[in-house]
T-cell receptor
């Protein structure tokens, strides 16, 4: 079955630490890839997306993600996290020109000041 | 300002009492969708609509209905709510499949 896996359920980091959140998917075709962020009590906001071109994409707030097709992965990274990055992060995938967008279960990030 | 408006933000209701959660977008998008968010399960799609009068089931449609009579509105209807429908609900819209979603602010529903 087509699915999206986020390996870490809860990540705790200190400020200035580097972040990498894993995301793997099982779709076989051409995909569009997304990372969303949900701050406490808020709705999901788009952090970054990949649909073609350079596999290293940069998003808002210093986040970036790398699409590695051979590994079916789209990991999210940030060199130095801040307390304000405390949130839940969701990876999402949909097939090119398909309306079926699948979300991972989410990774909760806690950044300690 | 582009936005997706959901109402109400919070709702507590009793089992079996019909309710409607409204969703309206001002971006003229054809595609709209409803998701529910539950801890450890991420977001699961309930229903989606590709255009006016065109709706289809997502992964978890049981117990829900939708309608799309106008492009901007996509209400979610629970005809006979049950406690297992207690959840956080999001309406979302997007332009193309390569576009990200714009989400509404969410509706936290509790069915007792």
């Amino acid at each position: 079955a087509q699915s999206v896996s986020q390996h870490n359920h809860h990540v705790i980091l200190s400020e200035a630490a580097s972040l990498e959140l894993g995301c793997n998917y099982s779709y076989g075709g051409t995909v569009n890839l997304f990372w969303y962020v949900q701050y406490p009590g808020q709705h999901l906001q788009l952090l970054l997306k990949y649909f073609s071109g350079d596999p290293l994409v940069k998003g808002i707030k210093g986040f970036e993600a790398e699409f590695i097709k051979s590994k079916f992965s789209f990991n999210l990274r940030k060199p130095s996290v801040q307390w304000s990055d405390t949130a839940e992060y969701f990876c999402a995938v949909n097939l090119y020109n398909n309306n079926d967008m699948r979300f991972g279960a989410g990774t909760r990030l806690t950044v300690k000041p | 300002e582009a936005q997706v408006t959901q109402n109400p933000r919070y709702l507590i209701t009793v089992t079996g009492k019909k309710l409607t959660v409204t969703c309206s977008q001002n971006m003229n998008h054809e595609y709209m969708s409803w998701y529910r968010q539950d801890p450890g399960l991420g977001l699961r799609q309930i229903y989606y609509s590709m255009n006016v009068e065109v709706t289809d089931k997502g992964d978890v449609p049981e117990g829900y209905k939708v309608s799309r009579k106008e492009k901007r509105n996509f209400p979610l209807i629970l005809e006979s709510p049950s406690p297992n429908q207690t959840s956080l609900y999001f309406c979302a819209t997007r332009d193309r499949s390569s576009s990200g979603y714009t989400f509404g602010s969410g509706t936290r529903l509790t069915v007792v």
